[in-house]
């Protein structure tokens, strides 16, 4: 394996070359305005300088990047969306969009349908699907201009006719249209899956343009080599396919630090706390993948419920303001202004990291600038980091034994030696760059969540790993080198036939690109 | 839980007071219930509508109020599909009517834990019935025998069952409540698992004397306690705890959900190893749609009447028999039984007999609670 990973961050982009366990270069510049710039010149630096030239084979680009979430969060670079749902009589009180942030709406909220049709959890159809009102819908959004269109069925991720269905209807009557089909991204749960949906088709213009500059960056260097982007879940998905699912990398950014600590520290059972200016991210990686989020999660202040980690924010990072008058440690921090305001730095902002350099615990800056903070301060304050970071880690621990703890960041060094049900903690060579790496060393995954009915607990599962498979190959996974992950039943109260929900993860080895 | 201050008779219920309701309706879900987000969401839109519900006191009904009791019944996994809708919780209770040949003079929940809390909201708006401030379990149930109207031995029927496809169905005679539920059962298993209730009618006599009262209020104020422990970034479970005069059993990280659906119950146990003064100890729980029985190292605990919670340690949340997996920290607390529910006759429906246990109901809160 020998594979570039180029993490597109807020302020930096970073990429390494990484060789099997190695990683052999590495290479930190700016994000520029265009995102791609800093590919660009990421990947010159890397061939030109650290290569001198010489790049040999490259199994793989994979290019994990905060872009997306950034915009839904930030409100910016959206697009217009019309929604179709397929469920009347079902559901008819709660429209697409009824539980959104208003100012997101506003600006995502296009023309709304809903039609009758979708299933039942056994397969049957709840009613039948009217076709006419879908040609109706389909012919109103070409006339009014929306080009990205999510479309959603009741019970669509256990039988996804009725939105096969509407596809063809809108492509055949606006064949340049771009769908979301909420049964390739969400989870049972029709009002989360569609506002995956939703949040999707209002990133698609967006994902497009980026993934192809990213592919044009790749393509004007000298590597040559397939291009992936890394998904939430630490896997990857061949760049082509990814460019229509931008929700997938919502949370690829934590993600690939946790993966990239793990690769970097030989680990694949840890608890990582990844401390940055402003907050720390505290996860629980099994098997080199951070367990999963298994609730909803509010992405912008939207409900969703898809393949996304379990991961803990907390407001603790080097920049956090120390107000020992109030006895308060942050939420605040200063940020990326902690170069000009900490003590340290000649500022007058006491900050996390200045309790750290007059802890002895780091040495940033000019230590003479914090001679004045008083030792009973220091104390306190390193007390109160300690708690949080005890109390963060404890609730992200999902298993009873001791296990070592990752901590990276730049700010990795207000995590104290000790922490109770950790048996160490480990400081991580390349931290730096840990997220590169993350995404260097993705593998492909494919999964499955639905309902069985009428067959045996055995025969479920394996219909949905034989699924799931299928589905990895599909996002450009060597089949030969797919193993399951995670499997997960529940049998369902109420309902007959022994149904029962599965859910199968696989992942393998990105493959080479099919001919 | 304190109940009965003095109660207006008929008070509007503000919107302020939905988001409550659903946090406290879940709590007293015991596990089970369903999720309220849904049904909270359709009264939140209702109400931004213009549309709004009433209160009404139930010890202010007249004897010869004629009281609808409204419930929805499946599986919660199907209602995250098939939403919950106003316009079909009506139904039931339209053709409830049209049945009796008369009017219903208000509405009522059948148990106030989880979703059904809001089901008599829902029919209200669409009706322009009141609610009334009363239910039927005083937490959420799996059946029909385990209501207090059981309890009385009250008429079991008629029943309607409406589906969203304007199927109905009136069950006009069952020999006892457990028929009732058996049939009715079928019935929403054939229309997809999904199906609103109203269940047989009863008087504002019987709802007096044997309706689990001021339920709702005593809901909203739970979920109040919640959100403003919430607030002052106090210890909520500890104010459920003390506002409820309940009982915190256990606190842990859960490690253990085995779970197995048998005759229509999602049955299971989840264990809980135990943290700050309950380290070295294991809470183990046996559920069944709701939680039964809680042992501590092997001795019973709690049990069925008495309401066991598992809430989020940290938000105070209830976690519902669905959602509990590994590594969840949480606080088990378990609040007093309705009185009626603690006598001889009642615990012959919902003690820990009724529920397939070999022992008898010993209360944590003294003697009929």
Redesign the interface.
Known sequence: MRRIGIDVGGTNTDAVLVENEHVLASVKTPTTHDVTGGVRECLRLLVEEELRGVVGRVDGVMIGTTHFTNAVVQRRDLQEVAAIRV?L??????PPF??WPKDLARLVKGRVFMVRG?H???G?P??DFDAAAVRRAAREIRDSGIRSVAVTA??SPLTPECEHAVAEIMLDEMPDVVLTLSHDLGR????ERENVALLNAALIDLARRTTRAFSEAVGESSVEAPLYLTQNDGTVMRAELAEAFPVYSFSSGPTNSMRGAAFLSGLADAMVVDVGGTTTDIG?LKSGFP?EA??TVEIGGVRTLFRMPDLLSVGLGGGTIVDSDAGAVGPVSVGHRLTSEALVFGGAQLTATDIAVAAGVAEIGDASGVREVDAATVAWAMARFREIVEESV???????RPLPLLAVGGGAFLVPERVPGISEVLHVSHAAVANAVGAAIAQVSGEVDQ?FSGMSRGDAVARAEALARERAVEAGADASSVDVVDVED???????G????VRVRVVGEAGPPKA | MSSSDSHAATRPLLLEELEPLATGAWILGAGGGGDPYHAYLNMRELYADGVSVSLVDPLSLADDAAVAVVSSMGAPLVGEERLKDPVMAALAVQQMEQHLGRRFDAVMSVEIGGSNAFQPLMVAAVMGLPVVDADTMGRAYPEAQHSSFAIGDLQPYPLTLADVRENAVVVSRVASWKWMERISRKVCTEVGSVAATCKAPRTGAEVKQWAILHTVTQAIRLGDTVHDARRRKADAVAAVVQHTGGVLLFSGKVVDVARRTTEGFLRGTAKVDGLDEHRGQEFRVDFQNEFTVGWVDEEVRVSVPDIICILDATTGEAIGTEALRYGQRVKVVALPAPAIQTTPKGLEHVGPRAFGYDFDFRSLFGDGA
Request: no cysteine; glycine share 8%; aromatic share 6%.
């Open positions: 469920g009589p079902s559901g008819r009180s709660l009824v539980d979708g039942e959890y056994d049957r709840l009613v009741v019970f049972i749960g029709l009002l629980h367990r298994n609730r404890d609730r992200m621990k999902a298993d009873s309902v529940l049998p369902l109260a109420y309902l007959p022994d149904a029962r929900r």
